[in-house]
């Protein structure tokens, strides 16, 4: 069965700094991986999907990378602002219909 | 605007009353799910739909119904609910098929509290 981990857990950092949120799941045989935001109370807004076949996706100051064959994706956050604060997840999908997500890793930017 | 909605967003009831929470998506996607969040343990699939009159468990399916009679709607069912499923409940929807290739949309939540 997919085990999706996060880490760190929760992360505080000062406004400007870049930052890498971890993602690593153990079963390698997946269709795509999607990183996600939410904000407290709130749904969940897709951010970026990376397919199989691909290494990267930008959207903005955000990029994300996948590496199948170690199990790893990394949410990359240029620039950090105080309006980056909330939670980020990933979500693994194998194919089955059922995404497995991570935790999530708790952000928050200081001014 | 494309959107994912749900009702109601809050709902505290006692256990044993039969509940159902709506959902409803306006960008004619197959694919539907619920998922619950709880602290500590994540989101977890409840069930999902790929289609119209089309249904299947997901990871946490005891304890609870769904529909899809309609392609936009997919109601969740609580027969009879207990304190364990006192949870918050995301509706998701996504126009991809057989690898989930498309992004999936959320609805705002609903926070359930069983007395």
């Known amino acids: 069965k997919q085990e999706v981990t996060q880490i760190p857990a929760a992360l505080s950092v000062p406004e400007g700094e870049n930052l890498v949120l971890n993602c690593s799941f153990t079963d390698s045989a997946i269709y795509n991986l999607q990183w996600f935001r939410q904000d407290p109370g709130k749904g969940l807004t897709s951010l970026l999907l990376i397919q199989s076949s691909q290494r990267e996706q930008t959207s903005g100051r955000l990029n994300a990378s996948l590496d199948k064959s170690s199990g790893r994706s990394t949410l990359y956050i240029a620039a950090s602002q105080p309006g980056d604060s909330a939670t980020y997840l990933c979500?693994?999908?194998?194919?089955?219909?059922?995404?497995?997500f991570g935790r999530g890793t708790s952000l928050i930017v200081h001014p | 605007e494309a959107q994912v909605t749900q009702n109601p967003r809050y709902l505290i009831t006692v256990t044993g009353k039969k509940l159902t929470v709506t959902c409803s998506q306006n960008m004619n996607h197959e694919y539907m799910s619920w998922y619950r969040q709880d602290p500590g343990l994540g989101l977890r699939q409840i069930y999902y739909s790929m289609n119209v009159e089309v249904t299947d468990k997901g990871d946490v399916p005891e304890g609870y119904k769904v529909s899809r009679k309609e392609k936009r709607n997919f109601p969740l069912i609580l027969e009879s609910p207990s304190p364990n499923q006192t949870s918050l409940y995301f509706c998701?929807?996504?126009?991809?098929?057989?690898?989930?290739?498309?992004?999936?949309?959320f609805g705002p939540g609903t926070r359930l509290t069983v007395l």
């Open positions: 979500a693994v999908n194998g194919g089955s219909y059922i995404p497995t």
């Open positions: 998701a929807s996504s126009s991809g098929t057989l690898d989930l290739a498309d992004t999936q949309y």
